[in-house]
């Protein structure tokens, strides 16, 4: 069976502006399978989810740093041949943005509370996509953000977005070069992909492999 994500098949279920309701959530629900997507604000992360998961599913903004909550979607594969929907439940985590400087101390502070609560609940069964601008790779807040991440046993895949706006192949292969070292920097990535959610390019094997990643961890989960 060829499993797909399911267009237009989210669920908007739950707004988390508080690190006690994430809590409760990850309490409640017994080894959730799924992805979270998190990245710089202003990166094209929501674009990219409703190029994934189908339109409107995240809020786009033009203001960097306005979502400040963890959205909480369902979402379903499905084989298109067979005309099958997978059993499965998945879950799909929007997070806040990080690294925007003109946030107030008291948003800055409940951001780190909210992440800290979630990548301290989420298992090896929630897939960690890092969305980056293409066209500024590794910035320091990036940076700041994997280290603090590899404080927790988790994998992530990172994607370069907006590779489109790389005109030339000089830019394209600047890009190219950073694969190895960011792998050597950081064990926990497991893949990395080069896309644009606005024209679509590279989008297909990015699915592919978040399928699969979906699908394995439902194995896992079912032979334990």
């Not at 797909?4 to 399978?33: C, H």
């Not at 909480?72 to 925007?100: A, I, Q, R, S």
């Not at 107030?104 to 601008?133: G, P, Y």
Request: hydrophobic share 40%; net charge positive.
């Amino acid at each position: 069976m060829a499993f797909q994500i399911r267009p237009a098949s989210t669920n908007f279920r739950y707004g988390f502006s508080e690190a006690s309701q994430l809590r409760d959530f990850f309490d409640g629900e017994v080894n959730p399978i799924g992805i979270a997507f998190t990245g710089r604000s202003n990166v094209g992360k929501s674009t990219l989810i409703n190029a994934l998961f189908g339109k409107q599913t995240a809020r786009t903004s033009k203001t960097p740093g306005r979502t400040r909550e963890v959205n909480v979607f369902t979402f379903e594969l499905f084989d298109p041949d067979l005309k099958e929907v997978h059993p499965t439940k998945f879950w799909l985590f929007d997070l806040p943005g990080y690294g925007h400087a003109q946030v107030s101390k008291e948003m800055s502070k409940n951001w780190d509370e909210l992440m800290t609560t979630f990548f301290t609940s989420v298992k090896e069964a929630i897939r960690i996509v890092n969305v980056q601008d293409a066209r500024h790779p590794d910035q320091d807040a990036d940076r700041q953000f994997h280290h603090w991440l590899s404080r927790y046993p988790l994998r992530c895949s990172l994607a370069f977005n907006k590779l489109d706006k790389l005109k030339t192949q000089k830019d394209r292969a600047v890009l190219n070069k950073l694969k190895p070292q960011l792998s050597k920097d950081y064990a926990f990535i497991r893949d990395i992909h080069f896309i644009s959610a606005e024209k679509g390019q590279g989008l297909p094997p990015f699915k592919s492999a978040l399928v699969s990643f979906l699908l394995e961890a439902q194995a896992r989960i079912e032979h334990k």
